[in-house]
Every structure is written in C-alpha cells, then in structure tokens.
C-alpha cells in the first residue's frame, strides 16, 4: 500500500505543478493577485506531496520490500540500515527523484522567505520552477518510475553497487544535488527578470544568498567525491579529470564566476546582462552534468547505466529548458543596461577579471571534456584527453586568477588608484618572493615555489584588505559584518587548497612490489611492513587483508588496515585502502592480487598535506554559509518596482 500511496503522490505533484507553471504567469500578465498567490501554495504543495513520495520509497529500501524492482536490483536485507537509506538514491530512478525533492524544496521557499518581493517577479518565477519539476516529474513517471513493481518476488535483493557501499559516499549525492539543483533559483528568476525586462539591487541582493548556499553544498559535495576516490578506489589520487568530475566542476565554477557578478549588481548596478547570462549558464551546466551522467554518452566509473531512451528525454529536457532561456535571453537582454560603468582600476573592475579567468578556466574544461565526443560525434575516431591537457591548459589560467585574486579586495569599489594600493602590493609580492625562494632552495622545485609563492601572495594580500577594512583595529575587526569574515575564509581557503595540490604534485611519493607477510617495502624514511593476511565474511562481503606497519628509523608511526572485499551477490571486487590522516602528511597503503607463492601485491604513498586540499574546501563552504549570516543578506528586502531602463533614461 505504501508503495501505491507514494505513486500517486509523485501523478499529484505531476498536477500541482502543471497548474503552478500557468497560473501564476498568467496572473503576472494580468496582475492579478490571487492566481499569483495561488504560485505559492502550489509550490509549498508540490513540495510536500514530492516529500511524503520520497519517504514512502525509503521505507521500501528500509523494510526490504523486493516487491519493488528498485529496492529488489539496489538492496539487500543483509545490507547496514545507512546503505539501505543511501540505497534509495544510489541508482537512477532514485536520485532523479531525490532531484526533484530538492528542486520543489527549493521552489517552496521563494513564497516563505521572499514575501518583500514584487509580486509579478516572484510569481513568474515560481513558474518557472514548476515548469522545470514537469520536465523532470514527467521524466521519472513515463521513464523512470521508481516504485515499479517486480513479480514474482525475489527472496533477497541484488544488494547496492558495493563501491557506493560508503559513509562519504552515502552523502556526497545529497549535497552535490543540494548544488546542482539550488542553481535553479538563480536559473528561474533569470527568466522572470528576463520576462519583466528589469534586473535591479532587489533581485540582486534577494537571490546572493541562494547562489551562496548552492555554492557551498556544491563545494562539499565535491570535496566528499574527492575524498571518496581518494580512499576508496586507492588509486592514490583525489583528482582524475574524469568526465564527471569535470562535469561538477563546471557548475561551480560558473557559479563562482556568479557569486562575484552579483556582488557587482547589487553594489555597483552593473553588469545585469552578464550576471543573468551566467545564471542560465551555471544551472544549464548543472542540467549538462545530469545528463552526462545518465545517458551513458561519456564513459566514466561515475555513470548511471541506462538505456537510450532515458538520454534521448534527457537531452530533449536539456536542449528545450537552455534552449528556450538563451533564445528569451536574445531577445530580452537588450533591456538590461547597465547604469554605472565600471572603471578598471577598481575593486569591481578587479572582479570583471575575475569572472573573464574563471569563464576562460570553464572553457578549457568543457573543451577537454566533451572534445572526443564531438571527434567521435562527427568520424567515429576515438580520442582520450587526459590529466596532461588539463594540467597544462587550467593550470596557468588558476595561476592568474589566484594573482588578481590577491590585488582585487585591496582596491576600493568605483574607482580607486594603483598609487594607493602600491604598499601592500609590495609586502604581498615579498611574500611570494621569500615563499618562492625557500621552496626553489629547499624543495628543489622552480614551479612548486612558483605555486607556493601564488599561495602566499594570495593569504597575505587577503589579510592585508581585512586589515585596511578594519583600520587596523581590533575593535575594527570586532566590527566587520559577516560577509567580510566569508570573503576572508574563501579567499585563505583558496590559499591553502593551492598549497596543498602543490605538495601533493611535487612532493608525494609512491612505491610498489610483492610482500609476504613479514617482508618490509622502503619509501623514503619509511618502512612499510605486511603483517599477517587473514579473511572473513563480514555483512554482505567476504574479505581478505592485513596491517601494514609503517615505521620511521625503528620507530612506529602508524598501522593502516587494508582489505580487498568480494561481494557476491554483484560478483563485484572492491579495495580498502588504509590510511593515516594527519595535518602534516598522509600515509597510505593498499593491497592487491595473491600470488601462489603466499605474496601479494602492496602499493604505498607518502603523500604531504593532501589532507589540506579537503579541508580547505570544507573551509570555502563554511565561509559561504558564514556569509548567510550578515544581516544585510538576511533581512527581506522591501519590494521595490524599480525599471532598468526606465533609470537608464532618466540617467541619459
């Protein structure tokens, strides 16, 4: 019964949200204010049958309910009661409607947190909402019903993907889709503004803080990715370039590119056009990786297996929702002048740049990315673009943007003068100089100096335009509103993530070779030992592996747990990685194959300040929600029917 109930509440969320992407548009075109409010209730309903849908198909994966193809093909009864629930999303027509959840949730708090808008703005924009839940509800019940029955019904389940049978990974889709989908706001009250011909410091500073807390669930999201391949696939790396790796990077790297053009309009009135352009595009590019993901049409250990159909819809949804923004914004752009220009020695001048290197570091992605399947697309030749192009082409456009980055907060907004920022560019520049000269020196290595040296550059200048904010005060410092503390933690996040992706390239190390137990394996100063290899059944798995002893001149300094596991319900083989966490440095280790001889194959790494890369994202995401919390962000704004163009020929 649970199952039926949760079907029909998916067909009545597919209704609500039909009315809810007409009725409110034509009471915006009429101005009248009851079908606009009716916008609000839909979209707060919308929200709540999507929810009770989504618990009723958790409590198919909880109860071991294998009447249902989805809970039968992704769970198992043996299975931890966390994978079970992580289950539940850790499949396609799952997540989907995880998706969906999150987009109407998103929907429903325009009407509950956005009474000081104007009413035609944010009906047209609840609209769009709903239109874009159709799109995907429509999806999931022609294509992808998740409580699709099975019979006869199988004795036990097939048990979930055992690679995805972790805690990081159990969390990593919930807030990578929290990203993805919280651009989704931005996306629709880009066409509202598009639709009403007016973007001004009300949209602006109302839609910041949810470009904020997309950007930060998206930063964690990845991270947890990151730290899932890390220790999980025990390949010894946090970064693949893998196609959809890079397809989540792009999002956010556009929704940077957001963060700091809104932060232009609703402080300077500038840059309207572009900051709705990068609106469609971020979410566009959210929409991309879902497809990517899905449709099988990049090979990648990320994606979805699923069949043809389910991509042909996918693309179709992708091409009509970018498509249909991009040709309204043609059409409507030309009415989002903006009023003051923008003068190139200045701290919006600096941000302009800004978003020029992060569009140019986004272009190079997207080219590495979906290159070979244009070549593929066009003559059938089969092409890898790699880790070399990236590092080669993205590598020295960061560089740049981490250089200006430094400068930018030291100038004032309008307009301000190289003259008076010469001072603390000079302690900033002898940073990186004494930096770079250190690690030339002592770490023979010319490019991670230069590297070190941009990090550096990066954390002092960041510090030195808090200082001159708070006039070098404590009781200045005591005074700064929250936004400022989020633009410090970001910017010394940024700092300390290319710090340690520097370490990380040039200084790790790694060793190889076959070891019975007993036997020893030297990287560097450290002895690694195989201790006694034993085997099990554990939960839903069997297992085989040991401690490896890691010691430094006779002394111990860690013992990693390695295992290899076989699950065989997927007839699947996994690798457990051991590890040893610590600011300083990061030893790993990770068994393989047997041999008959009583070896087996052990791969260790001495990896320095990795962990840093992770917590300097954890860093970047705290600073967004920290942000939230300035009080210009969280009070609503009063309604103001202000016109762009209107002001534009006032100003003329």
Known sequence: MTVEIGHIALILAFCVALFQSVIPLVGAQKNNARLMEFGDRAAVGQFLLLAFAFICLTITFVVSDFSVKLAANHSHSDKPLLYKISGVWGNHEGSILLWVVMMAGYGAFVPVLGKGL??????????????????????????????????????????????????????????????????????????????????????????????????????????????????????????????????????????????????????????????????????????????????????????????????VYLLALLGLATGGALTLYAMRSHSLRDIKPLNATSRDGALVLNNILLITALATVFLGTFYPLFIDAINGSKISVGAPYFNLTFAPIMCLLILFMGIGPMFKWRQDSLKRVRGPIMIALKAFGVVFLLTALFGKSVLGGIALGLAAWLAVGTLIALGRKANWSLKGLRAQPAATWGFVGAHLGMAIFTAAVTSMSVWADTEIGTLKPGESLDLGAYTYTLQDVSGGKRFNYDYYGGDVLVAKGGRHIATLATERRFFPVRNQLTTEAGLHLSFGQTLFASIGEGDPEGGFVVQVYRHPFVVWIWLSAVLMALSGFVSLADRRLRLPTRAKEVNLTAKVGAAE
Do not use: C
């Not at 929290?178 to 639709?195: K, M, T």
């Not at 964690?220 to 220790?231: N, P, V």
């Open 118 to 311: 104007p009413k035609g703005l944010k009906a047209r924009a609840i609209a769009v909402q709903a239109m874009l839940g159709v799109g995907f509800l429509g999806f999931i019940l022609f294509t992808s019903n998740p409580f699709e029955r099975l019979n006869p019904v199988p004795l036990d389940g097939s048990g979930l993907n055992p690679i995805l049978q972790d805690p990081g990974l159990a969390f990593h889709p919930p807030f990578l889709y929290l990203g993805y989908v919280g651009f989704s706001l931005p996306f629709s009250f880009a066409i509202a503004a598009l639709l009403e011909g007016r973007v001004d410091a009300v949209w602006a500073k109302w839609l910041r803080p949810w470009v904020l807390i997309a950007w930060s669930f998206l930063t964690i999201g990845i991270a947890l990715g990151s730290f899932w391949a890390y220790y999980e696939l025990g390949w010894g790396g946090w970064w693949m370039w893998d196609p959809v790796e890079n397809v989540s990077f792009m999002p956010w790297l556009a929704g940077t590119a957001l963060l700091h053009s809104i932060m232009v309009l609703g402080t300077r009135h500038s840059m309207a056009s572009w900051t709705v352009l990068l609106a469609i595009t971020t979410f566009a590019l959210s929409l991309v990786g879902t497809f990517v993901v899905r449709s099988g049409v990049l090979v990648s250990v990320h994606a979805f297996a699923v069949d043809p159909e389910r991509g």
